[in-house]
């Protein structure tokens, strides 16, 4: 994580300033490639993490192309730097007119293009159901895990963890029912009921490191 975030540092700067534009922007597709496929901060199941990834890989792709503008670093200062100006490939790092033909760079756009759209469709789909389906989104209804649960006597102690959704919210038990093997209720706890609960019948811990959550 502190590796990961001083690289995101220091590519956001440069690529805001516009210094080797291309290759910051590599950068910026590569790292926001890794917040849509990874976990992000709130799990890949909370759809602004799919946005900010998709736009990520997809402003990173446009930049790559583009290059910086008028005002960026490299059209300052990549002209007196004339280790750089000799040779073709620096324009591939920094910034100008890419070095292929106008027929060649259309043939990058487009593959580029239709590349992000499957990546986009793909990881909505993978993540929400968002394409075709029944959509889901976990971040209001998680998905949660049970275990250790137990009845001695009157008393039913578990142990529950959100192991998909937004990781980083609360766990919010609105509601208790223990069914029997026929699907009879034998206990039931609404929200309001669960409220009037005294503090040291339950615990609550947070883990940052995955977001889980044990009530």
Not at 30 to 43: E, Q, T
Not at 109 to 124: D, E, K, V
Not at 145 to 174: M, N
């Amino acid at each position: 994580m502190v590796v990961f975030t001083i690289i995101e540092g220091v590519v956001g700067l440069l690529f805001m300033l516009g210094f080797f534009t291309r290759l910051m922007s590599i950068g910026v597709l590569s790292l926001a490639m890794g917040i849509l496929l990874g976990s992000g901060w709130l799990g890949t199941t909370c759809l602004d993490e799919w946005q900010i990834g998709i736009l990520g890989v997809a402003a990173g792709f446009t930049i790559f192309l583009s290059g910086g503008g008028r005002w960026s670093l490299d059209n300052l200062v990549i002209p007196r730097i004339p280790v750089l100006t000799k040779y073709k490939w620096a324009t591939w790092l920094t910034s100008g007119a890419l070095p292929v033909s106008e027929k060649q760079t259309g043939k990058i756009s487009m593959a580029g293009a239709i590349l992000i759209l499957f990546l986009s469709l793909l990881t909505n789909q993978v993540f929400h159901n968002g394409v075709w389906g029944k959509l889901h989104n976990k971040s209001v209804k998680p998905k949660i895990e049970i275990s250790d649960a137990s009845i001695q006597g009157e008393k039913l102690s578990f142990t529950v963890y959100r192991v998909e959704g937004a990781d980083v919210y609360g766990s919010f038990l609105i509601g208790i029912t223990l069914k029997d093997a026929n699907g009879n209720i034998v206990f039931d706890r609404n929200g309001e009921e669960l409220a009037q609960f005294p503090g040291k019948r339950y615990q609550q811990h947070v883990y940052c490191q995955s977001g889980s959550r044990q009530a």
